[in-house]
């Protein structure tokens, strides 16, 4: 079996989900009905540097927040599938828009509804806290929480494998 660092230099493309990798799966819920997540600064800061080093980070998610999807357009994505009911479509919209091979993606999940999509993928990987189904088929395991810099963990090993992480000019932008 190969490891998951030999996968690194072929990767051009991340698809994260949302409630439990880019956040910590908590919502507050507000008097005013709205729910209220959390992303980490350091999760925000690898994904606009990797777009801005070309490559494409793709978000699929069944949640639908307004503040999620501005907050992911601030960042640079253009990909953002929101109320996703069956993750593979997307995934399957994904391969055919950009003429996209497995072996290029990682998929970063935390639970259920991502292991169909994470068994298709050239790298499945997960946050430490992801459930044990989809630990089981994780070619990679963080060992950073969702919503705590996992997502960073992950963009950064690529990026640093391919020779794209440092250069003092990437490091202007507010995250």
């Known amino acids: 079996m190969i490891s998951y660092k030999q996968k690194l230099p072929h990767i051009t493309t991340f698809i994260l989900d949302v409630d439990g990798v880019l956040t910590d799966g908590t919502l507050i819920l507000m008097p005013t009905g709205e729910m209220v997540r959390t992303m980490h600064t350091k999760d925000g800061y690898a994904m606009q540097l990797a777009i801005k080093k070309g490559f494409r980070i793709a978000v699929i998610t069944g949640g639908r927040d307004k503040m999620v999807e501005e907050r992911l357009k601030y960042l640079g994505l253009t990909d953002i599938y929101s109320g996703v009911r ?79 992480w440092f250069d003092e000019a990437d490091h202007t932008q507010a995250i």
């Open 86 to 164: 069956d993750k593979m479509d997307a995934y399957t919209d994904l391969l055919y828009s950009y003429n996209l091979k497995p072996e290029e993606i990682i998929y970063m999940g935390d639970d259920v509804p991502d292991i169909q999509v994470m068994r298709e993928v050239g790298l499945s990987c997960c946050p430490n806290d992801a459930v044990p189904d989809v630990r089981a088929i994780s070619e990679y395991i963080s060992p950073i929480e969702g919503g705590k810099g996992c997502v960073r963990d992950i963009i950064e090993q690529t990026m640093k494998v391919q020779g794209k």
